[in-house]
């Protein structure tokens, strides 16, 4: 029952580490995106409002700037710097957010809970925790990002809670009638331990 219940809480706690990696790691290259975009969109509204030309452009036509290849060169030089920063900068962000994510287990568990621990005080989920927590740890060492985490699938949650809810209370209620002789009471350990035995 144990091993159950924590292959629960590492499926749960694991799942919403991968999520969250997972949405940070979507947000990061849509900013750079966007920052990479910003100024794309302005050098081709300049050309498409003809404040400025590219080179061999029909003369005929009135601009205010008329680009040279020299101009094109250095326009190419600057985003391409800027694609470099912007590259950089945000694997600097994801990799600043690895390491974080491995010092906030405690803050994801207390996340994945704070429903029960609302109505309970969890001691049980608690020192249940201090045996997941390591194991988490070196899942997490092992990956370069959690997000490449394969999701623990669903259906195996379901067979997980339905072990523990039903499962689990069924043999209890077994081991209990074997514990009780024809009169109702309860028998010694030692009568259990020879049950045991001979059965």
């Given at each position: ?141 092992s990956i370069t990002c959690a997000s490449s985490l394969k999701p623990f699938p669903s259906w195996e949650m379901v067979k997980i809670d339905a072990c523990l809810t039903k499962d689990v209370w069924h043999l209890r209620q077994l081991a209990r009638m074997l514990r009780l002789d024809a009169n109702g009471e309860v028998r010694p350990s030692n009568d259990r331990a020879g049950t045991a035995r001979k059965g």
């Amino acid at each position: 029952e144990e091993t159950l219940r924590q292959v629960s809480m590492t499926a749960m706690v694991l799942g919403a580490i991968r999520a969250k990696a997972a949405r940070r790691l979507v947000m990061t290259w849509l900013v750079g995106a966007a920052l990479m975009a910003a100024p794309l969109c302005v050098f081709l509204w300049l050309l498409a409002t003809s404040r400025l030309a590219l080179p061999g452009s029909d003369p005929t036509e009135v601009h205010s700037k008329d680009l040279t290849s020299m101009d094109m060169l250095g326009v190419l030089s600057v985003f391409a710097a800027l694609l470099l920063a912007v590259t950089r900068g945000c694997r600097e962000f994801l990799w600043q957010s690895r390491r974080l994510q491995k010092t906030t287990l405690d803050e994801s568990f207390e996340e994945v809970y704070a429903d029960f621990f609302i109505h309970n005080d969890g001691e049980d989920h608690r020192a249940r925790w201090m045996n997941v927590k390591p194991k988490i740890s070196s899942i997490l060492n092992s990956i370069t990002c959690a997000s490449s985490l394969k999701p623990f699938p669903s259906w195996e949650m379901v067979k997980i809670d339905a072990c523990l809810t039903k499962d689990v209370w069924h043999l209890r209620q077994l081991a209990r009638m074997l514990r009780l002789d024809a009169n109702g009471e309860v028998r010694p350990s030692n009568d259990r331990a020879g049950t045991a035995r001979k059965g």
